[in-house]
Every structure is written in C-alpha cells, then in structure tokens.
C-alpha cells in the first residue's frame, strides 16, 4: 500500500518551512513590539472544555480522541444499539483537539488567575485542528496566531489591535490589506429591532454567510430558521447601505434608534474608527462591514475580519472581543479582546504575489568539499571556525567524485563550495568557488570568513 496522509495536512520541506518561519519571525516580532509575551496550551483539552464554545457548527468540527484501553467496555448494548453518535461520544472520548487557541487561552487565565498581573497580554503561535472539509486555504491541522488581552474593557485595545495588524502586513509586503470591522451590540440590536432577537445565533451564523451565499442565500438560511418574513423584510436595508464609515454610522443610528443595545455597539465602532483614521495606517484600509458577524457564539463587542485584496483568498485573519469567555470557567467580570493571524492563508497570499523573494534561506551557505582523510581533517578546523562566525556550514561526508559533490551542491543551492587539496594545505589557503558567477578565490581563514559572511 502506498504511503499517504491525511486529507487536509500537509508535509513541509526545509524551503517551505523557511517561508512559514519568516512569516512567524515577522508576526511574533511585531507582537512582542506591542507588549504580548507568550504562552503555550497542550494540543488536547477536556472535551467538557471546548465542546458548547463554538456554536452547534463548531462542536461538529471538533476531533474527539478516544479514551485508551477498552473504552467500548463501558458502553452498555442498549445505548449501543440507539446507534446515536452524540451520545455515544461521550461515553467514549473525554479529550479532543483544540479547535483554537482563544477558549484554551480563556481555561488558563481561570486556573491561573492568581499567577498573572492585569491586564494580561500574551500571544500564542500553536497548531489547531477542525474536522472542516479541506480546499483552498482550509486544512484540517493549521496554525494559529493569536493575541489578546484580557482584564481590560478599554477600547484602546481595539485601536491597537488594528494598529497591530497594519504593521505585520505591511511587514509582510501585503498592500491594500483591508480590516473589516463590526461590534456584536449592533449585529444584537439589528436581531431586536426585526423582532428575531431569540434567534440571535442563528441570524449571525446566516449572515456571516454573506460573502460566499449571496442576499438570497442568506435569507433562505433564515426562513430554514423559521425568521419570519416580516423580520426579512426589516432586514434589507441593511444589505443597502453605503457611504463612509461615518455616513454608514449615521444612517444605521436611525435604524437601531429603539435599541440601546445597538447604540452602545454603534458608539464603541464610532469610537474606534475615528481613533485609527486620526492615527493612520501603513498600508491596511479599515472598513465598517455591518453584515460581518463571524457566527461565534463568544464574541460581545468588536468583530474584525481580514481579507487581501489582490487575491482570491478568505480571510487571513479574524477575532473580537469576548466579555464573557472566562465566566464560562467560573471567573466573571474579566473582559477579553484578541486577534488571530491566518499563518497558512497568508502564506498562499505572499506565494501567489511573489513577496518570498528576499526570504533568508535555511540550508548551508558553503559547502567543503572531501578530498579525502588528510583535507577533510584541515577542512574541519576551518568548518567549525566559520560555524562559530554564524555561518551555515557543512562538509560532504565521504570523498566521492568531485561531479557528485558539485552537483549535491547545486541541488540544495549551495551558493558557495570550497575546494582544499594538497597545494591549498600547503599555503594554508582555501579556494572559495562562487556557484552563481562561477568565480573562484585563494583566500585565508578571516578573508573566507569575511567573504562568505558580507
């Protein structure tokens, strides 16, 4: 049988990686600039945990782990025989996967909060696996950027986390990034004001549908939930606003005008938006998208999404502000707010557009080549002198032919070989070959040094 992998991972070679790591330096460079110090969960939590944090969609997309040993010897035939997957799950698993980093982050500010100072900053760069159908720039096993702050209502902290989000972009070379923005409040007062303020959660989750199912696929979703038609119809002036930010404000204080609710949501964004147009921007866009919703249940205030302009791509980032998240553990009154980095996204995005072209290799910068016992041993001494400098060195293990040597340079693009025989031992040089130009140099110890690591 041939070897595979799951569906929805991936393996990466050494020149992948070497991107995905440059985008990791930018991102947690940037993070740490801001104040964020980081922390890190195990990848599996108590199932108790995470399930019922993310909405009925969410719970379906969680990996379950099932419990060692015997774990069907606790099942009895009659819960056996219902055949009821929802029941029967929690009988045999008690672990899963985390879904993301934000619930497990909330689970070690409760366990910790006597530890930790307020407000607590911390960022966390960790895989997440969801049970999702894989497609372009979805996958089973990604990562997670994350930062947030917590023990703070302040929105000061929304205002730098867009801040926060222009400057790794811009970092990145990504131009023209556009961070969407909208407040739960609103999405809450919107669901009042139609009369569908029961089924909140569903409103959101439909609506946050927007952009892949068009007005008419939302509003089938919606009746699905039995909203009603007179709902719908109050709906759909939503759907029709435009304008600026602020002309898009103003026309929506006249439509949420009965919901205090609403107005507090339209007063925060207000607050927001004005502060970052009065501080600007690198190279990112701020836009009020009052359909946004992004149907987690744990959000309260500010909503953001990111999305890149010059690709056809989703979102390469996301997140909000979640005033109760810890009480769900049992610690209330702690107010939370985080954003998260799409890793993988990101990097199709900087793929497609060709912003990998100045990315720092890993592999060797020069390679000695093996002439035998006697070079090898003289070549040693210099290898670990150039290791010591911070040069990226190695020697070929055994004296093949010299073809064989060349060419296992060129296929990992070695960009430069030395070759020391018995003239070079006797001058006490080495001959440094530039691959690219094919330009060869005698040259001492300190000179090699100096040439390879200008």
Do not use: H
Request: aromatic share 10%; net charge negative.
């Amino acid at each position: 049988m041939k070897p595979s992998i799951p569906k929805g991972t991936r393996d990466f070679s050494s020149a992948e990686l070497a991107k995905r790591n440059y985008i990791f330096d930018t991102i947690k460079r940037s993070f740490q600039l801001f104040g964020f110090e980081p922390i890190e969960t195990p990848s599996f939590e108590n199932s108790s945990t995470l399930m019922g944090k993310y909405g009925e969609e969410g719970d379906r997309l969680i990996f379950k782990i099932l419990n060692s040993g015997d774990f069907l010897r606790k099942v009895d035939d009659e819960l056996y025989q219902q055949k009821d997957a929802t029941k029967l799950t929690a009988r045999i698993s008690e672990k899963a996967l985390r879904y993301d980093l934000t619930v497990p982050f909330a689970r070690y500010v409760v366990q910790r909060q006597n530890e930790i100072s307020f407000p607590f900053k911390r960022y966390q760069i960790q895989p997440v696996w969801r049970a999702d159908r894989p497609q372009k720039g979805r996958f089973r096993e990604f990562y997670q950027c994350d930062a947030d702050v917590v023990g703070s209502d302040s929105l000061w902290q929304e205002v730098e986390f867009v801040q926060l989000y222009d400057a790794v972009f811009s970092d990145l070379g990504l131009k023209g990034t556009v961070i969407k923005m909208n407040n739960r409040k609103i999405l809450s007062g919107i669901a009042e004001i139609i009369g569908a303020k029961d089924k909140l959660i569903d409103f959101t989750v439909a609506l946050d549908k927007l952009d892949k199912i068009g007005v008419e696929g939302v509003l089938k979703e919606m009746r699905a939930k039995e909203i009603s038609e007179e709902a719908l119809d109050r709906l759909m002036p939503l759907f029709d606003l435009k304008g600026s930010n602020k002309e898009q404000l103003d026309a929506l204080k006249d439509l949420l005008a009965e919901s205090e609710e609403g107005l507090k949501g339209i007063e925060e964004l207000s607050f927001v938006i004005e502060q970052v147009e009065q501080l600007g921007l690198k190279s990112s866009v701020l836009d009020l998208d009052l359909t946004l919703a992004r149907g987690l249940n744990y959000y309260t205030g500010a909503i953001f999404e990111v999305k890149a302009t010059e690709v056809q791509m989703g979102s390469i980032g996301g997140g909000g502000r979640y005033d109760d998240l810890t009480g769900i553990f049992g610690l209330k009154g702690i107010s939370g707010v985080g954003i998260s980095f799409g890793l993988d996204r990101i990097y199709l995005v900087m793929e497609e557009l060709g912003l990998f072209s100045n990315t720092p290799g890993s592999g060797p910068e020069v390679l000695f080549i093996n002439f035998g016992t006697e070079e090898a041993a003289y070549s040693m001494k210099a290898l670990k002198e150039l290791r010591n400098a911070g040069i990226r060195a190695e020697m070929y293990p055994s004296s093949a032919k010299l073809k064989k040597q060349m060419n296992y340079a060129n296929n990992r693009s070695i960009p430069y070989v030395i070759l020391v025989g018995q003239e070079e031992m006797a001058e006490g040089v080495y001959k440094l070959k530039n691959m690219a130009t094919g330009e060869q140099n005698s040259c001492n110890l300190n000179d090699l040094i100096r040439l390879i690591g200008s």
